[in-house]
Structures are given as structure tokens and as C-alpha cells.
């Protein structure tokens, strides 16, 4: 079994100049949030060139550290650490293990919470999947069968969105209803919701942030080729939230930088860093318009070579604090809780 990467992605280090360009933009993302009053953390160094074995799998290489989004979420004062869905992404919290500790011990009312790991043996995965026929795909789709089976709890953080006190849980290619059942029994007791989500005209999804983003209380920008369910769009319009679609990308799937895994959607990646501020990357002029026409201060920061490791401004980014507590955003469900 594959680790689940495209077998004509290269394999080993990226070259000098390439981690250059990447790390100058995400320098650039530190100074600009220093400069809004965000203490930046970086993670640590970690060889990811280095093979992982296990008595289930074995894989020659690992992924990255870009996406601290992808691998650890902040609760309220409890950190949950994710399974993870690749293999390649198995020792992915390791660069930030020393700063989880660091919280952990600073503050007596932080937790920390890992889920429990996979073992990511051929079980877990459908090695079909990605053989599918399209028509096949979206018979499929509607059932959420992906590529990662029903056998483990499985959950990649990035495709949960916080909303206040109750959570979205997109089911994903890297999120399965095992994964959603743990993530419900774990945080419901403590006070949150959980809701999955679903979006049936996205073939492979994988991550909700590039689909479904609240940018600030009330307002969420959509993603026009991948609308939500319709009988899950009630949740949010029924507790008045606005939808708004954001704008064609700059760029097109076929321009993303050569090596870049994710869709040319990652243009709505963007960063809230306040209910009024927000971080979008630099050439993407449409959706800074629209973010301006909503009424953001809009900070446009280059982010492109950032692309070809994963993610962008809001995949690159894990916030430990932010100000203001457990807001309800859905009354209607509070509601029908008292009766």
C-alpha cells in the first residue's frame, strides 16, 4: 500500500532554492502578525527525509512542518492532537511537541488530548479508490466511501472549523465517521457540538479550509464548486450566517506551483486574525476586493512558494490564544436544548 501520494511527486529534500523562497514568505507572515500584536512560535527543526517503520508500515520519507493546521486544533483550554491519515504524516506533531509541553506546563488549565494513533496498515486504506471511474466516484461520494476505510478512527484537524462552542467536521478522504464518532464522545461531554458536514460535488476532499471558512461572527466565504449539502446549509442560515461564494482564483489548477498537492481553492485560504483584520495572499486582487467590500482591513502578503508545501496562510498557521470565550453562534440549537 501506497502512502496515498501521486506516484510522479519526487521524493528527498526540496532544493535550496526552493526552501529559500518558502521560508523568506512565511518570515514575511511572522513580521506582519509581530506587527498586529501575535506572539509567533515557530516549531522545531525535524528530519523529514528520515524512513518510518512500524509493525504495520513502512514508508522511505515524511511530509513537512508547514501545516501546523493540519495536525493540532486548540479548544478552548484543551489542545487536541489529530491521528493524522498518511503514513508519511505519522510523526507529524513532533516539531511541535516541545511548545504543547511547554503550554501544558505553564498553564494548569490547558489539556492535551491525543487521539488515538492509527496503525495505518492496508485496512485503513481503499487502494482502489484513486483507479475509480468518475461515475463510480460519485455513486460512491454520496456514501462518503473514500479512500480511507470505516476500520480506525482517522482525522486530519484541518477539516474541523470552529465556530464558538460548537465545531464542523467536513468527512473527507482524511476524515472518516470513525474519526467524527471519537471527536463527538470526546468533546460533547466537555461543552462543545459537533457537526459533520458534507460537500457532494467535491470528488477528493481533503480538508475544509479551502472549502468552508468562517471569516468573522456571521460570515462565512463558500466555495462556489463545492456548495454544502443542502440539507446541512439550514444550520447556518437558519442561525444567520451569510454565505458568500468567493471569486475565481488567480491561478488555475493547471498553474499551481509544479508540486503543489492542493487545488487552485487554496486562494480562499486566507487568515482572520480579528473580527475586522485579515490576511489574504497577494495576488489573489479579486478576493482582497471582496474581502474589502465586506469590510475587512486587508493585508496582502506574498505566499505562492508556500503552495508547494501544502497549504497557505491558514494551513501554515496554529492559534494557541485568542481573546473572548465560548461565544454560541447557533441559538437555534440552544433553543431546542431548554425545550
Same mark, same amino acid.
Given at each position: 500500500?501506497?502512502?496515498?501520494?501521486?506516484?510522479?511527486?519526487?521524493?528527498?529534500?526540496?532544493?535550496?532554492?526552493?526552501?529559500?523562497?518558502?521560508?523568506?514568505?512565511?518570515?514575511?507572515?511572522?513580521?506582519?502578525?509581530?506587527?498586529?500584536?501575535?506572539?509567533?512560535?515557530?516549531?522545531?527543526?525535524?528530519?523529514?527525509?528520515?524512513?518510518?517503520?512500524?509493525?504495520?508500515?513502512?514508508?522511505?520519507? /515524511?511530509?513537512?512542518? +508547514?501545516?501546523?493546521?493540519?495536525? =493540532? !486544533?486548540?479548544? #478552548?483550554?484543551? %489542545? $487536541?492532537?489529530?491521528?493524522?491519515?498518511?503514513?508519511?504524516?505519522?510523526?507529524?506533531?513532533?516539531?511541535?511537541?516541545?511548545?504543547?509541553?511547554?503550554?501544558?506546563?505553564?498553564?494548569?488549565?490547558?489539556?492535551?488530548?491525543?487521539?488515538?494513533?492509527?496503525?495505518?496498515?492496508?485496512?485503513?486504506?481503499?487502494?482502489?479508490?484513486?483507479?475509480?471511474?468518475?461515475?463510480?466516484?460519485?455513486?460512491?461520494?454520496?456514501?462518503?466511501?473514500?479512500?480511507?476505510? /470505516?476500520?480506525?478512527? +482517522?482525522?486530519?484537524?484541518?477539516? =474541523? !472549523?470552529?465556530? #464558538?462552542?460548537? %465545531? $464542523?467536521?467536513?468527512?473527507?478522504?482524511?476524515?472518516?465517521?470513525?474519526?467524527?464518532?471519537?471527536?463527538?464522545?470526546?468533546?460533547?461531554?466537555?461543552?462543545?457540538?459537533?457537526?459533520?458536514?458534507?460537500?457532494?460535488?467535491?470528488?477528493?476532499?481533503?480538508?475544509?479550509?479551502?472549502?468552508?471558512?468562517?471569516?468573522?461572527?456571521?460570515?462565512?466565504?463558500?466555495?462556489?464548486?463545492?456548495?454544502?449539502?443542502?440539507?446541512?446549509?439550514?444550520?447556518?442560515?437558519?442561525?444567520?450566517?451569510?454565505?458568500?461564494?468567493?471569486?475565481?482564483?488567480?491561478?488555475?489548477?493547471?498553474?499551481?506551483?509544479?508540486?503543489?498537492?492542493?487545488?487552485?481553492?487554496?486562494?480562499?485560504?486566507?487568515?482572520?486574525?480579528?473580527?475586522?483584520?485579515?490576511?489574504?495572499?497577494?495576488?489573489?486582487?479579486?478576493?482582497?476586493?471582496?474581502?474589502?467590500?465586506?469590510?475587512?482591513?486587508?493585508?496582502?502578503?506574498?505566499?505562492?512558494?508556500?503552495?508547494?508545501?501544502?497549504?497557505?496562510?491558514?494551513?501554515?498557521?496554529?492559534?494557541?490564544?485568542?481573546?473572548?470565550?465560548?461565544?454560541?453562534?447557533?441559538?437555534?440549537?440552544?433553543?431546542?436544548?431548554?425545550?
Amino acid at each position: 500500500m501506497r502512502d496515498g501520494s501521486a506516484a510522479s511527486f519526487p521524493t528527498g529534500p526540496k532544493s535550496a532554492e526552493v526552501k529559500a523562497l518558502a521560508n523568506e514568505e512565511l518570515d514575511g507572515l511572522a513580521v506582519l502578525l509581530t506587527a498586529q500584536g501575535v506572539t509567533v512560535r515557530r516549531p522545531d527543526t525535524y528530519d523529514f527525509s528520515l524512513p518510518v517503520r512500524t509493525p504495520h508500515f513502512e514508508v522511505e520519507s /515524511q511530509y513537512c512542518a +508547514v501545516c501546523p493546521r493540519d495536525v =493540532m !486544533i486548540t479548544l #478552548g483550554n484543551e %489542545i $487536541v492532537e489529530a491521528t493524522m491519515s498518511r503514513r508519511g504524516r505519522y510523526f507529524e506533531n513532533e516539531p511541535y511537541r516541545r511548545l504543547v509541553y511547554e503550554y501544558w506546563e505553564s498553564d494548569p488549565r490547558v489539556s492535551w488530548t491525543v487521539a488515538p494513533k492509527p496503525t495505518m496498515s492496508d485496512a485503513m486504506y481503499r487502494a482502489d479508490f484513486w483507479d475509480w471511474a468518475i461515475e463510480e466516484r460519485h455513486q460512491r461520494m454520496h456514501a462518503s466511501e473514500f479512500c480511507v476505510t /470505516q476500520a480506525e478512527v +482517522v482525522f486530519d484537524a484541518a477539516d =474541523m !472549523i470552529r465556530f #464558538g462552542r460548537d %465545531i $464542523v467536521v467536513q468527512e473527507s478522504m482524511t476524515t472518516n465517521r470513525a474519526g467524527i464518532r471519537w471527536l463527538k464522545r470526546t468533546l460533547e461531554p466537555k461543552g462543545f457540538r459537533v457537526h459533520p458536514v458534507h460537500f457532494p460535488l467535491d470528488f477528493f476532499p481533503s480538508h475544509i479550509d479551502c472549502t468552508f471558512i468562517p471569516l468573522r461572527p456571521g460570515l462565512i466565504l463558500t466555495n462556489p464548486d463545492r456548495p454544502i449539502h443542502s440539507d446541512e446549509r439550514p444550520l447556518f442560515t437558519e442561525n444567520g450566517w451569510q454565505l458568500v461564494d468567493a471569486p475565481e482564483p488567480m491561478l488555475s489548477n493547471t498553474d499551481m506551483p509544479k508540486h503543489c498537492q492542493s487545488s487552485k481553492w487554496l486562494s480562499m485560504n486566507v487568515l482572520s486574525i480579528s473580527p475586522t483584520k485579515i490576511i489574504c495572499e497577494a495576488q489573489e486582487k479579486p478576493l482582497q476586493d471582496l474581502l474589502h467590500d465586506l469590510g475587512f482591513e486587508v493585508f496582502p502578503v506574498p505566499f505562492r512558494n508556500v503552495f508547494e508545501y501544502g497549504g497557505s496562510l491558514h494551513c501554515a498557521t496554529w492559534d494557541i490564544r485568542r481573546d473572548g470565550g465560548p461565544e454560541d453562534y447557533f441559538p437555534s440549537l440552544t433553543r431546542e436544548r431548554i425545550r
